[in-house]
């Protein structure tokens, strides 16, 4: 996947060009060739009418008059270089023969290019061409930098977690393991039975976190192949609750299912559904206290199928909220049962469900618990 789409080259249709001339006929010869070749233009009769103009409207190139009354071409230049806004706008001077000597000056205050008076149409164009092809590639360049830099501070944090993540029951297992090697012969055959279930436990978790990253990065690279088929998402839901009950039960929490007796149909793919399900339901089970409820309900209308999962957990502050669905989200809710916490299951929720059509939502106030709504369009 290309993360930075190009974007189309310049062409004349596409590009503003602002003529900066205090003779108006100048303006209107070079606004003629201009024209006829395609360009838009934006004429002003001064220097200090180009500064106000370009407020209120960035061009894509200048020509720019370097022998002005009040303010000349130089200082128009120096000031639109000063500006961070208009800085990369590219600027080339209009000259007369006699004014050469200036030119340096020009060319010093950041102009790209000059023509010389008087000019051809198929010279000014060549040149105003050629400025606003360069400037797009030096923009796809800057974007393309930008994009890397992104991508790579997001690597480093991915490994960052990563590491941090594997590191604790990597140590926990040498811990377990450390005990059977050294008290092996001391220690009773249940106590053995009990390192060898932490060991195993550990260890799949551990492959659940890789399994979560490795997720990620294929939705992301777009490489998940979805098979899309109208299925009843009651029994989705209800299968998820299923494998949730234990863990539930061992918070002494209680899943409510409430989906009616009639099939619920939705064109979903089922085992990408049941990911995104168990994200959410065990979510609610691992953010909620104790002895609270959990609602996994199915509505459906005319237009769309709606799945909502309820919880009675601490709630969601609406700066929470708009991370909540960002890679790596650890928010201020912290699981109630010492579970494990990576922040990437809901960044792959949302690319699952819209990958299938549909979209996530969370509404919530915090203390007052959060519902997470997933919709899909009616098949
Ligand atoms: N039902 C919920 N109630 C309160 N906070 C939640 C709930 N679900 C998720 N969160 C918050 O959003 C964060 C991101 O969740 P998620 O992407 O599933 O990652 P993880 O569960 O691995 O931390 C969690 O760390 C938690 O702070
Ligand atoms: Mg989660």
Known sequence: MNPVPPATPPSPQS????????VQQNIQVVGTMLREAGY??????????????????LPDLILLDLMMPEMDGLEVCRRLKADPATQ??????????????????????????????????PELLARVQTHLELKHARDTMVRYGQE???LN???????????HDLRNPL???KGYSEMVMEDGESLQHRELEENGRRIRDTVARMAE??????????????????????TDLCRVVASVVETQLPRAAAKQQTIHLECGAAPIKALIDPAVCVQVFENLVSNAVKYSPSGK????????????????????????????????????????????????????????????????????????????GATFVVQFPTP
């Open 15 to 22: 590009s503003l060009v602002l003529v900066v001339d205090d």
């Open 40 to 57: 838009s233009i934006m004429p002003a009769t001064s220097g200090a009418a180009a500064l106000q103009r370009v407020q209120k409207k």
């Open 88 to 121: 990369s706008i590219p600027i080339i001077f209009l000259t007369a023969s006699n004014e050469v000597s200036h030119l340096v000056h020009g060319l010093a205050a950041g102009a790209v290019d000059y023509v010389t008076k008087p000019f051809t149409p």
């Open 148 to 150: 890397l830099s992104r």
């Open 153 to 163: 501070e997001e690597k480093n944090e991915f490994m960052g977690i990563a590491a």
């Open 171 to 173: 140590s926990a297992i």
């Open 209 to 230: 976190m890789v399994q979560n990253l490795l997720d990620a990065n294929r939705i992301e690279r777009g490489e998940m192949i979805l098979s899309l088929a109208p």
């Open 293 to 368: 409820n959990i609602f996994a309900r199915l509505k459906t209308s005319d237009a769309a199928v709606r799945c909502e999962v309820q919880d009675e957990g601490p709630g969601l502050s609406a700066e929470d909220q708009k991370k909540l669905f960002g890679k790596f989200a650890r928010l201020s809710a912290k699981p109630t049962g010492g579970e494990h916490s990576t922040g990437l299951g809901l960044s792959i929720v949302k690319k699952m469900v819209e990958a299938m059509n549909g979209q996530v939502w969370c509404e919530s106030e915090p203390g007052r």
